[in-house]
Protein backbone atom coordinates (compact mmCIF):
# COMPACT_ATOMS: atom_id res chain seq x y z
CA UNK A 1 0.00 0.00 0.00
CA UNK A 2 2.69 2.37 -1.24
CA UNK A 3 4.96 1.81 2.04
CA UNK A 4 1.95 2.53 4.83
CA UNK A 5 0.87 0.10 7.05
CA UNK A 6 -3.11 -0.64 6.66
CA UNK A 7 -5.32 -3.33 6.10
CA UNK A 8 -6.37 -3.98 2.27
CA UNK A 9 -9.70 -6.19 1.95
CA UNK A 10 -10.07 -7.51 -1.85
CA UNK A 11 -13.56 -8.91 -2.36
CA UNK A 12 -14.08 -11.16 -5.84
CA UNK A 13 -16.89 -12.79 -7.62
CA UNK A 14 -19.14 -10.96 -6.37
CA UNK A 15 -21.54 -10.96 -8.97
CA UNK A 16 -22.41 -14.63 -6.82
CA UNK A 17 -25.29 -12.34 -5.70
CA UNK A 18 -27.25 -12.21 -8.72
CA UNK A 19 -26.43 -15.86 -9.72
CA UNK A 20 -29.28 -18.07 -9.76
CA UNK A 21 -27.10 -21.28 -11.55
CA UNK A 22 -28.50 -24.55 -9.71
CA UNK A 23 -24.47 -25.00 -10.00
CA UNK A 24 -23.05 -22.25 -7.29
CA UNK A 25 -22.77 -23.65 -3.64
CA UNK A 26 -24.63 -20.70 -2.40
CA UNK A 27 -27.60 -18.94 -3.13
CA UNK A 28 -28.51 -15.38 -1.88
CA UNK A 29 -32.48 -14.35 -1.53
CA UNK A 30 -33.41 -10.96 -2.27
CA UNK A 31 -33.34 -9.98 1.33
CA UNK A 32 -30.25 -11.00 1.96
CA UNK A 33 -28.33 -9.87 -0.99
CA UNK A 34 -30.19 -6.10 -0.23
CA UNK A 35 -28.63 -7.03 3.14
CA UNK A 36 -24.95 -7.31 1.49
CA UNK A 37 -25.57 -4.13 -0.43
CA UNK A 38 -26.63 -2.49 2.70
CA UNK A 39 -23.19 -3.44 4.47
CA UNK A 40 -21.49 -2.37 1.74
CA UNK A 41 -23.27 1.33 1.63
CA UNK A 42 -22.78 1.70 4.98
CA UNK A 43 -18.90 1.04 4.75
CA UNK A 44 -18.99 3.96 2.16
CA UNK A 45 -20.94 6.07 4.72
CA UNK A 46 -17.93 5.35 7.37
CA UNK A 47 -15.40 5.30 5.52
CA UNK A 48 -13.99 8.38 6.60
CA UNK A 49 -13.72 7.43 10.42
CA UNK A 50 -11.82 4.52 9.30
CA UNK A 51 -7.61 5.32 9.04
CA UNK A 52 -5.41 3.20 6.77
CA UNK A 53 -8.09 0.80 5.07
CA UNK A 54 -8.75 0.21 1.38
CA UNK A 55 -11.95 -2.01 0.36
CA UNK A 56 -11.51 -3.39 -3.48
CA UNK A 57 -14.83 -5.30 -4.84
CA UNK A 58 -14.20 -7.37 -8.27
CA UNK A 59 -17.47 -8.17 -10.16
CA UNK A 60 -18.86 -8.78 -13.92
CA UNK A 61 -20.37 -6.57 -15.74
CA UNK A 62 -23.47 -8.40 -15.07
CA UNK A 63 -23.89 -7.10 -11.33
CA UNK A 64 -24.03 -3.37 -12.88
CA UNK A 65 -26.37 -4.04 -15.55
CA UNK A 66 -28.72 -6.00 -14.56
CA UNK A 67 -31.40 -3.70 -13.46
CA UNK A 68 -33.61 -5.82 -11.22
CA UNK A 69 -31.45 -7.73 -8.76
CA UNK A 70 -27.59 -6.01 -9.50
CA UNK A 71 -26.17 -2.67 -7.83
CA UNK A 72 -28.72 -0.87 -9.64
CA UNK A 73 -31.58 -2.05 -7.90
CA UNK A 74 -30.43 -1.12 -4.21
CA UNK A 75 -30.94 2.72 -4.83
CA UNK A 76 -29.10 3.76 -1.87
CA UNK A 77 -25.89 2.03 -2.60
CA UNK A 78 -25.86 2.40 -6.61
CA UNK A 79 -26.16 6.54 -5.55
CA UNK A 80 -23.10 6.68 -3.78
CA UNK A 81 -20.94 4.53 -6.54
CA UNK A 82 -22.20 5.46 -10.02
CA UNK A 83 -19.54 7.42 -11.98
CA UNK A 84 -21.84 10.77 -12.56
CA UNK A 85 -19.17 12.00 -15.04
CA UNK A 86 -18.50 10.10 -17.85
CA UNK A 87 -15.97 10.81 -20.62
CA UNK A 88 -14.05 9.71 -23.33
CA UNK A 89 -10.49 8.51 -21.55
CA UNK A 90 -11.13 6.20 -18.78
CA UNK A 91 -10.82 7.48 -15.61
CA UNK A 92 -8.16 6.33 -13.02
CA UNK A 93 -9.65 7.98 -9.61
CA UNK A 94 -13.58 7.34 -9.70
CA UNK A 95 -14.81 5.04 -7.00
CA UNK A 96 -15.77 2.28 -9.52
CA UNK A 97 -13.29 1.56 -12.25
CA UNK A 98 -14.35 -0.44 -15.66
CA UNK A 99 -11.26 -2.43 -15.97
CA UNK A 100 -12.62 -3.70 -19.35
CA UNK A 101 -12.68 -0.33 -20.24
CA UNK A 102 -9.37 0.74 -19.27
CA UNK A 103 -8.20 -2.72 -21.51
CA UNK A 104 -10.31 -1.36 -24.37
CA UNK A 105 -8.42 2.10 -24.34
CA UNK A 106 -4.96 0.82 -23.21
CA UNK A 107 -4.47 -2.44 -25.41
CA UNK A 108 -4.86 -1.72 -29.14
CA UNK A 109 -3.81 -3.13 -31.78
CA UNK A 110 -0.62 -0.99 -32.29
CA UNK A 111 0.34 -1.54 -28.65
CA UNK A 112 0.24 -5.27 -28.96
CA UNK A 113 2.15 -5.67 -31.91
CA UNK A 114 4.93 -3.56 -29.95
CA UNK A 115 4.43 -6.07 -26.87
CA UNK A 116 5.38 -8.57 -29.09
CA UNK A 117 8.07 -7.04 -30.62
CA UNK A 118 9.55 -6.16 -27.17
CA UNK A 119 9.14 -10.03 -26.35
CA UNK A 120 10.52 -10.91 -29.04
CA UNK A 121 13.83 -8.83 -28.61
CA UNK A 122 14.24 -10.19 -25.37
CA UNK A 123 14.92 -13.64 -26.77
CA UNK A 124 18.97 -14.38 -26.74
CA UNK A 125 19.25 -17.89 -28.26
CA UNK A 126 16.95 -18.02 -31.23
CA UNK A 127 14.91 -15.07 -32.63
CA UNK A 128 11.10 -15.32 -31.77
CA UNK A 129 8.40 -13.79 -33.88
CA UNK A 130 6.42 -10.91 -33.14
CA UNK A 131 2.65 -11.13 -33.91
CA UNK A 132 1.14 -8.89 -36.70
CA UNK A 133 -1.58 -6.20 -36.64
CA UNK A 134 -4.54 -9.33 -38.36
CA UNK A 135 -3.10 -11.30 -35.13
CA UNK A 136 -3.55 -8.43 -32.62
CA UNK A 137 -6.96 -8.22 -33.93
CA UNK A 138 -7.83 -12.00 -33.44
CA UNK A 139 -6.26 -11.64 -29.87
CA UNK A 140 -8.49 -8.88 -28.69
CA UNK A 141 -11.58 -10.68 -29.65
CA UNK A 142 -10.81 -13.48 -27.76
CA UNK A 143 -9.46 -11.47 -24.72
CA UNK A 144 -13.53 -9.70 -24.58
CA UNK A 145 -14.38 -13.11 -23.31
CA UNK A 146 -11.26 -12.07 -19.94
CA UNK A 147 -10.87 -16.12 -19.31
CA UNK A 148 -7.17 -14.91 -20.19
CA UNK A 149 -5.19 -11.60 -20.06
CA UNK A 150 -3.68 -9.67 -23.12
CA UNK A 151 -0.11 -9.78 -22.57
CA UNK A 152 -0.56 -13.80 -21.98
CA UNK A 153 -2.49 -14.15 -25.12
CA UNK A 154 0.34 -12.39 -27.06
CA UNK A 155 2.34 -14.86 -25.22
CA UNK A 156 0.47 -17.77 -26.62
CA UNK A 157 0.25 -16.56 -29.53
CA UNK A 158 4.00 -16.14 -30.18
CA UNK A 159 4.22 -20.03 -28.72
CA UNK A 160 2.46 -20.24 -31.83
CA UNK A 161 4.97 -19.82 -34.30
CA UNK A 162 7.71 -20.42 -31.96
CA UNK A 163 7.99 -23.02 -29.61
CA UNK A 164 10.60 -21.57 -27.04
CA UNK A 165 8.76 -18.48 -25.97
Known sequence: MGGYSGL???IDDLEILISRSSLEPVHYTKM????TYESIRQLIDDIDSMKHIMFA??????????????????????MRIQNEILGERFNR?????????LAAQEYTEDVMV?????????????????IDRE??????????TGAVGI???????????????
Open 32 to 35: KRED
Open 135 to 144: AAKRLLEQAR
Open 57 to 78: YAFDRELIENENTGLKSYQALW
Open 114 to 130: AMSESLASLRNQSPAHP
Open 93 to 101: FTDMADLDR
Open 151 to 165: PQLIRIAMQEVDTDV
Open 8 to 10: FVA
